[in-house]
């Protein structure tokens, strides 16, 4: 049986208060019409995601406090702390992919958002299916544990030594699956997916990045899933932290949007995250590692590898 915090009142007031958080997201959007996002809109947006988060884990402390104690609130409390920045921070190698799809297509400013919004919302259906597989698969299978830690563990060593490299779309399989066999336009027409009916329907450039962003969520959320689970197998946790981070990937996107090669050394820090995140699953059954410890390394090595990349521009390291 899988252990969870998550009663039925939890799971109807996280769902709610995603609901409502993405109506207004829509709404919001849609007020404002098809429009380029600007720094400052951005960067709105990326604080009130967090802040969301951040209420949200102050509402489940101080439940858990009132219902199971002190020690109990402040374990969840940590639990989903660093499993949130774990995702966030994983979220950010998303994010350039995510750019590099955009330039690649020459996307539309004004039809971003909405590409956006529909990627956040299949990672959002996406992870709610490869977390409960996961948890049910942990709760049965706990030599799974292992493989997952591994699996990690070699993701980063690969991420590492792919850091750096500017990856090739033209040589991606899919990519070039769906250019031989899907018959589509080279122009883009507003927002349309595709034109004309049956046999005449020709899909635009925005369906081939929809699908291409869906394909990309796929891949991420398969690393990203089993390095929270070594913080914690409770599924409400998983989820909850999960969905807050991918919550603000809209506005994270515009926000590094003209950032991405200031932060050119993070993708060695995402790359270490994962080896430390595989090698603590492998060590569980020698070594349990605190939470406040995973939190604190987590942190150290995202805000080195920020401070380095700011202290030393890419074109620097470069000469």
């Given at each position: 049986m899988?252990?969870?915090?998550?009663?039925?009142w939890?799971?109807?007031?996280?769902?709610?208060l995603?609901l409502?958080?993405?109506?207004?997201?829509l709404?919001?959007m849609?007020?404002g019409?098809?429009?380029?996002v600007?720094?400052?809109?951005a960067?709105w947006?990326?604080?009130g995601?967090?802040?969301l988060?951040?209420?949200f884990?102050l509402a489940?402390?101080?439940?858990?406090?009132?219902?199971?104690?002190?020690e109990?609130?402040?374990r969840?409390?940590?639990?989903?702390?660093?499993?949130?920045l774990?995702?966030?921070a994983?979220?950010?190698?998303?994010i350039?992919?995510?750019?590099m799809?955009?330039?690649?297509?020459?996307?539309?400013?004004?039809?971003?958002?909405?590409?956006?919004?529909i990627?956040i919302?299949?990672?959002?259906?996406?992870?709610?299916i490869?977390?409960?597989a996961?948890a049910a698969?942990?709760a049965?299978?706990?030599?799974?544990?292992?493989?997952?830690g591994?699996?990690?563990?070699?993701t980063?060593?690969?991420?590492?030594f792919a850091?750096?490299?500017?990856?090739?779309?033209?040589?991606?399989?899919?990519?070039?699956?769906?250019?031989?066999h899907?018959?589509f336009?080279?122009?883009?027409?507003?927002?349309?997916?595709?034109?004309g009916?049956?046999s005449?329907?020709?899909f635009?450039?925005?369906?081939i990045?929809?699908?291409?962003?869906?394909?990309t969520?796929?891949?991420?959320?398969v690393?990203?899933?089993?390095a929270?689970f070594?913080?914690?197998?409770?599924?409400?946790?998983?989820?909850t932290?999960?969905v807050f981070?991918?919550?603000g990937?809209?506005?994270?996107?515009?926000?590094?949007?003209?950032?991405?090669?200031?932060?050119?050394?993070?993708?060695?820090?995402?790359a270490?995250?994962?080896v430390?995140?595989?090698?603590k699953?492998?060590?569980?059954d020698?070594?349990?590692i605190?939470?406040l410890?995973?939190?604190?390394?987590?942190g150290a090595?995202?805000a080195?590898t920020?401070?380095?990349?700011?202290?030393?521009p890419?074109r620097?390291?470069?000469d």
């Amino acid at each position: 049986m899988m252990e969870t915090i998550g009663n039925v009142w939890l799971w109807a007031g996280f769902s709610g208060l995603v609901l409502l958080a993405l109506v207004a997201d829509l709404l919001l959007m849609r007020h404002g019409g098809a429009h380029k996002v600007t720094f400052k809109e951005a960067a709105w947006w990326s604080m009130g995601w967090v802040a969301l988060a951040l209420l949200f884990n102050l509402a489940l402390w101080w439940y858990v406090g009132q219902s199971a104690g002190p020690e109990e609130a402040r374990r969840i409390g940590l639990e989903f702390l660093t499993g949130y920045l774990v995702e966030k921070a994983l979220a950010v190698d998303n994010i350039f992919v995510f750019l590099m799809l955009m330039g690649y297509f020459a996307v539309p400013e004004e039809q971003r958002q909405r590409v956006l919004v529909i990627g956040i919302l299949g990672a959002i259906v996406l992870r709610a299916i490869l977390i409960f597989a996961g948890a049910a698969l942990l709760a049965h299978f706990h030599w799974m544990l292992y493989v997952f830690g591994a699996f990690l563990l070699l993701t980063g060593v690969k991420m590492w030594f792919a850091a750096g490299k500017e990856p090739s779309l033209e040589k991606n399989p899919v990519l070039r699956w769906l250019t031989a066999h899907v018959p589509f336009v080279r122009r883009y027409h507003g927002g349309a997916l595709w034109l004309g009916r049956g046999s005449r329907r020709k899909f635009t450039p925005l369906f081939i990045v929809l699908v291409m962003i869906g394909i990309t969520d796929v891949i991420f959320a398969v690393d990203s899933i089993p390095a929270i689970f070594a913080i914690t197998t409770d599924p409400f946790i998983v989820l909850t932290s999960n969905v807050f981070a991918v919550l603000g990937l809209r506005a994270m996107f515009f926000l590094l949007a003209g950032m991405a090669e200031r932060f050119h050394l993070l993708p060695y820090g995402l790359a270490v995250v994962l080896v430390f995140i595989g090698a603590k699953m492998l060590l569980v059954d020698l070594y349990k590692i605190p939470v406040l410890w995973s939190l604190g390394v987590v942190g150290a090595i995202l805000a080195t590898t920020i401070a380095l990349s700011l202290a030393r521009p890419a074109r620097a390291a470069a000469d």
